[in-house]
């Protein structure tokens, strides 16, 4: 286990009883930027088999990132909590006048382990290219198997209902983040809240019955580590706080200026059950039975 995967931060929900509520936070450096994302189940994506071992250690991060590129969020580092796992083989075929074949082969399976479907596809680039992981060789690659992947999980945008009585809720604003983390963290959140019975609402000014917004503060810690601290809270229409939810731990000095990637996405999911706790208790939509 490398030494950033053995961090973990700490979640408590905030309310009168003060119950602590343990939630990971996954703190690998993220690869890109996960920005808007839209009402998918996210996919894991496991270790690739096969060989050339340069190529199947790069596809999976590739991979992932190309899915995210069609909206569909996706992590090779977040195997426990999505709702589709993607298992890969590659096999490298014999040189030929356009380069050496490597072909990837992957099965999609749901949160229940039932395959959703299986696709192929293969790219040509010089034999020493596969040998090497070339970025460009497994770019192709990976972006030629995310858009035969995409068809099989990516949904219809959700269609808005006259009469909708469900709580409508605003995520945002959140401040304080460094790099992109207060966009990331506020569309990841919003991505992540989509799958639950709730009507996600993103204009400031379309009467959301709670908004969810966020602090992040930084402060020194060690001397190779920083402090974080993120305080999601919980407010009515009026006002009025429900209730917050806080994650905190030190990490990597220097690590969150870069883009939060899936980072964000896997803090969404860690504050996810906390935060459902506290807008449980903001009651029934307005104008909603009691």
């Known amino acids: 286990m490398s030494e950033a995967r053995k961090l973990a931060l700490a979640g408590a929900v905030l309310l ?36 050339p071992a340069p190529t199947a250690a790069k596809l999976g991060a590739a ?71 070339s970025d460009d060789a497994v770019t192709r690659l990976a972006a030629a198997s995310a858009d035969a992947l995409a068809p099989l999980v990516a949904g219809k945008p959700p269609v808005e209902v006259a009469g909708d009585d469900r709580l409508r809720v605003r995520v945002g604003p959140v401040g304080g983040a460094p790099g992109d983390g207060d966009q990331s963290l506020a569309n990841a959140l919003a991505a992540v809240l989509k799958r639950q019975d709730l009507n996600i609402v993103d204009d400031a000014k379309a009467g959301a019955d709670v908004t ?58 860690a504050a996810e059950s906390g935060i459902l706790q506290v807008v449980a208790r ?5 104008g909603g039975k009691s």
């Not at 426990?80 to 490298?92: H, M, N, Q, V, Y």
């Not at 602090?215 to 009026?238: E, F, G, L, Y």
Request: overall charge neutral; some cysteine; hydrophobic content about 40%.
């Open 212 to 269: 969810v917004a966020a602090q992040v503060t930084i402060t020194p810690a060690k001397a190779d580590k920083q402090h974080v601290k993120i305080v999601w809270s919980v407010r009515r229409a009026n006002g009025s706080e429900v209730g917050t939810v806080g994650q905190e731990n030190d990490v990597p000095r220097a690590m969150l200026n870069a883009p939060w990637g899936d980072l964000a996405y896997s803090v969404a999911l």
């Open 63 to 133: 991979v992932a990132k190309a899915l995210r590129q069609h909206d569909i969020p996706a992590s090779n580092r977040t195997a426990s909590l999505a709702s589709f796992e993607l298992a890969g083989r590659i096999d490298e075929g014999p040189p030929g006048p356009g380069g050496s074949l490597v072909r990837a082969s992957w099965q999609l399976r749901d949160a229940k382990g039932r395959v959703v479907g299986e696709r192929s596809e293969q790219v040509a680039a010089a034999a020493a290219d596969w040998q090497q992981g």
């Open 282 to 286: 903001a009651g029934p939509p307005s």
């Open 16 to 51: 009168a009883a003060c119950q602590p509520l343990p939630h990971p936070f996954a703190d690998d450096r993220p690869p890109a930027s996960l920005l808007a994302v839209p009402d998918s189940a996210g996919i894991s994506i496991g270790p690739i088999a096969g060989g």
